[in-house]
């Protein structure tokens, strides 16, 4: 009886020895991504790699029919890194950004490693894992648009991010498309994208030059910040949108949150 006690301390001495040994390099985040629309999407991944050189357990695009999921594992350690859809995809000849009405990359199907961002416009889903004080953070951005609705949900009791209506339909003509063959707007281009004062390189609408920081780029100079922004509160809707508190949002790094991110939530 006590040896047999013994023994089975003695294993879990050695089990919790083995733990921490293996733990450190294993430990990762489950993250799952579900096409919850009734068509087919072409998700894709990006990660800064001057931020950091983890990356995600997955290929860098997919495709992903209607009701499909894909589940995969994310370093603990993943700084900006961004996921997002692509729409009306064929990679059948000269596979590139412009192989996808939007979302497209450099690469194709398979975004390139290090120039595979998205054309916008494009709502991006993005993470920096344990960023400044222990903390994740998330957010769901229009900065470059919108193209589909999504949702960032957690495992931790964490706050959700997302934009779960579609802004195509209702996007002001201005800024409204790029359009489908039947005419359907499957985007809602930023202010800045669809270059509506002219002047990208000094714009209120891209916060750019003179207009480059929190203070000289105030939401209010942003066109169609309030369409964006109002219908779909918990994104991020221009470049300096933090100060709204409904846009950057954290979770403790210790909760370990494993991510879902829903397309058509
Ligand atoms: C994060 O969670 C850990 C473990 O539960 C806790 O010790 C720590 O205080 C939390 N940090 C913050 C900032 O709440």
Redesign the pocket.
Known sequence: MYAARRSTRALLAALSLELLFIMPGSLARTFTVINACPFTIWPAVFTDLNAGTAVPDVATGWEAAAGSSVTFSVPDNWKSGRIWGRRDCDFSTNPGPNSCLDGGCNGGLLCDPHTGTGVPPATVAEWTLQGD?NRDFYDVSLVDGFNLPMSITNSAGCSVADCPIDLGPNCPSAIKGPFDSNGYPVGCKSACAANLDGNPQDSPNCCSGSYSTAATCPSSGVAYYSYFKGNCPNSYAYAYDESSNTALWTC?S??NADYTLTFCP
């Open positions: 004080g403790n210790s909760l």
